[in-house]
């Protein structure tokens, strides 16, 4: 059963926006599903921390305050697998879930066509994140999730696989290039002969590195640099321009 929660501290729009979102899953989605709301942050995190949504629409403002950004931040690291959607006042605000990867927003007051189109990117996202990469290593495949993979690296015609979340990297015996082709992915980007990083894992750029949320530090090399850098701003251009 699909979770969707609802966090907005004013009563009529968060009524609404639950009916509106009750409407649109009876209509067009075929599988169970259970919408719950909530007034304030301690009780959606108390029923959270039960159960965590599969998708939760935040209030970027609660009481004043943008408080919908920390939720998000602490939901990204507890339940990376929740999708996050923002229900903000201007679209100014919406460009503070960009740091946080949220799928869409919702311009208040929130229209039927709003919450269609929040879904539709919800559900290309899950389509997305449900890829997996194959790993070749002799006679033996491994597939993992390509959402979850942060860095490649190839070293002594061994590839090392460093997933999200894991301290030690898969090890296969088969060529980067091999590897990226079997990507195909607009997130993924070739630093150098021996990189490749998921762009949407990447923490911070410094002077001649990307840093990944793990810590893991990519080089650039010097030469390219300019070049890593605009191709990586213009994926997160591209990111924002569809929020």
Known sequence: EMKIAILDDDDG?????????QSYLYEHHDEAFEVVDFADEA?????FSVRPANI???????????????????????????????????????LDG??????HYCIKPVTAAAVAECFARCWEK???????LALRDGYETVSVPIQSVEVIESRDH????????????LEMRQS???????????????????YIINMDLVEQLSDAAFIMQSGRQVPMRRQDKLLLRSKYKAYIFDRMRHL
């Open 56 to 94: 939760a629409f935040l209030d970027i403002y609660l009481d004043g305050e943008p408080r919908g950004i920390k939720i998000a931040y602490d939901i990204q690291r507890e339940a990376p697998g929740c999708l996050l959607l923002f229900i903000t006042m201007s679209p100014e605000f919406a």
């Open 126 to 132: 899950m389509a997305q994140d449900g890829r997996q």
């Open 176 to 194: 980067l290039a091999m590897v990226e082709q079997e990507l195909s992915d607009p997130r993924f980007l070739r630093t150098n002969r021996s």
């Open 13 to 21: 729009e968060r009524r609404q926006l639950v009916t509106l979102v």
């Open 98 to 103: 960009f740091a946080v990867k949220a799928v």
């Open 158 to 169: 061994v590839v090392f696989v460093y997933l999200q979340g894991r301290e030690l990297p």
């Open 43 to 47: 009780s959606f995190r108390a029923d």
